[in-house]
């Protein structure tokens, strides 16, 4: 599954929008030709202005995809910043710990939960709003991540909205049992170190993308395809499909 994952994110938004964008292009410079009169720099003139036009829209759609693309990958970054150091307490065994000790960890926990919850949300809003199949693969993995742990994460006052994304309740976050804080967040395998560990496939979708996007003219006029179609459909004469579902 992730090699093929990994494969469709390398090879994938090169070539697929160019088919459809062409067939446009054809059918609108066909009426440019249609419409202009029989005096050739008047034909001419007119094609350059409808390129002009379809290129200044084509650059639209790449500047929103590149900033979706930067929150993302900036989201996942800052979440697993929050999640290493969570990772790391408290520090020494459970059982050695003090009471002041626990209260110490239990205060610096909840913070940077709280951080990680911030990141972990806008990055599941950019992702959504960016679309694209490997996106929604993705989401689809996190959500089920806090699926699993569910009854913990409620028990700490944290639920799941219908689009993913977290809602806490601060109150009941600073009263929870410090234990059941450190199993969810502070150890491998919690809800936490899943996230983290998807956030870095959720990173190397997004660099790919922009590193796309950021050589767009790389196949001629082929241009950033955040629908998605890969590939291998257009060199096979495949069926095109859409990322957004």
Request: hydrophobic letters at 30%.
């Amino acid at each position: 599954m992730r090699s093929r994952i990994n494969s469709i994110i390398t090879q994938n938004r090169l070539v697929s929008r160019a088919r459809s964008r062409a067939r446009t292009q054809s059918t609108n410079i066909g009426k440019v030709l249609n419409n202009s009169t029989n005096n050739g720099n008047n034909t001419s003139k007119a094609i350059k202005n409808q390129a002009a036009q379809q290129n200044k829209e084509l650059s639209k759609a790449d500047a929103e995809a590149k900033n979706n693309f930067t929150n993302i990958k900036d989201a996942a970054q800052a979440l697993k910043g929050h999640t290493k150091k969570l990772l790391l307490m408290p520090g020494k065994d459970w059982d050695e710990l003090t009471e002041e000790e626990i209260s110490e960890f239990k205060e610096k926990a909840v913070s940077e939960a709280t951080s990680m919850i911030e990141d972990y949300n806008q990055m599941i809003k950019s992702m959504t709003k960016e679309g694209g199949r490997i996106n929604e693969l993705y989401l689809d993995q996190i959500k089920n991540y806090f699926r699993s742990s569910k009854i913990e994460l409620e028990e700490m006052g944290i639920t799941q909205g219908k689009d993913g994304t977290l809602d806490v309740n601060y109150e009941t976050l600073k009263t929870a049992d410090a234990r059941k804080l450190k199993d969810v967040f502070c150890t491998e395998g919690g809800f936490s170190d899943r996230v983290s560990k998807k956030a870095e496939d959720v990173i190397s979708n997004a660099e790919t993308n922009l590193a796309v996007i950021n050589k767009n003219q790389y196949a001629g006029n082929y241009s950033y395809n955040r629908y998605g179609s890969d590939i291998f459909d257009f060199i096979n004469n495949g069926g095109k499909y859409n990322a957004r579902g």
